[in-house]
T-cell receptor, first 114, second 113 residues
Framework: AQSVTQPDIHITVSEGASLELRCNYSYGATPYLFWYVQSPGQGLQLLLKYFSGDTLVQGIKGFEAEFKRSQSSFNLRKPSVHWSDAAEYFCAVGIIQGAQKLVFGQGTRLTINP | NAGVTQTPKFRILKIGQSMTLQCTQDMNHNYMYWYRQDPGMGLKLIYYSVGAGITDKGEVPNGYNVSRSTTEDFPLRLELAAPSQTSVYFC????????????FGPGTRLTVT
């Protein structure tokens, strides 16, 4: 069955430090992969997506993610975090199961230390 | 465009009461979805719709019902509310283009006591 695993429930980094959030997926076909961000009390906003082609994809707010098929991973990175990046981050894989759907990971909550 | 709107933002229900969560999108998207979000559990799909008049169950449909009479609206009905339905509910929509990208509403926080 399709699944997405985000191994880190909570990560704390200092402002200005680099960030990597991990995501592993399980899907038989070529995956369509997404990262969404949820600020406190808000809905989910798309950060970036991977469909095909270049395995390093750029997103909004200075985020990027790298697709590694051999590791079934799609990790999210940012070179220098800002206090406003504190949020919950969700990785998702797009599937066809009756209709196009997204399967989400459990989420990683990011805290930024000043 | 307002995108995806949800009402109400917050609601407290007593056990056994019923209510409807409203969801409207103005992007002419064919696909619409309802999710619930519980702490540490990510988002679970409750129901989805591929167009007006067509709905289907997702992963966790028990205790909920939906209808889709128009492209724009996709209300979620809770009958006989139970404490297990305390959650944050999100509505989302997606164009029928195999883009998979979903656009989310701001959510409804529901407490059942």
């Amino acid at each position: 069955a399709q699944s997405v695993t985000q191994p880190d429930i909570h990560i704390t980094v200092s402002e200005g430090a680099s960030l990597e959030l991990r995501c592993n997926y399980s899907y038989g076909a070529t995956p369509y992969l997404f990262w969404y961000v949820q600020s406190p009390g808000q809905g989910l906003q798309l950060l970036l997506k991977y469909f095909s082609g270049d395995t390093l994809v750029q997103g909004i707010k200075g985020f990027e993610a790298e697709f590694k098929r051999s590791q079934s991973s799609f990790n999210l990175r940012k070179p220098s975090v800002h206090w406003s990046d504190a949020a919950e981050y969700f990785c998702a894989v797009g599937i066809i199961q009756g209709a196009q759907k997204l399967v989400f990971g459990q989420g990683t909550r990011l805290t930024i230390n000043p | 465009n307002a995108g995806v709107t949800q009402t109400p933002k917050f609601r407290i229900l007593k056990i056994g009461q019923s209510m409807t969560l409203q969801c409207t999108q103005d992007m002419n998207h064919n696909y619409m979805y309802w999710y619930r979000q519980d702490p540490g559990m990510g988002l679970k799909l409750i129901y989805y719709s591929v167009g007006a008049g067509i709905t289907d169950k997702g992963e966790v449909p028990n205790g909920y019902n939906v209808s889709r009479s128009t492209t724009e609206d996709f209300p979620l009905r809770l009958e006989l509310a139970a404490p297990s339905q305390t959650s944050v509910y999100f509505c989302a929509s997606s164009p029928a283009s195999l883009s998979y990208e979903q656009y989310f509403g701001p959510g409804t926080r529901l407490t059942v006591t």
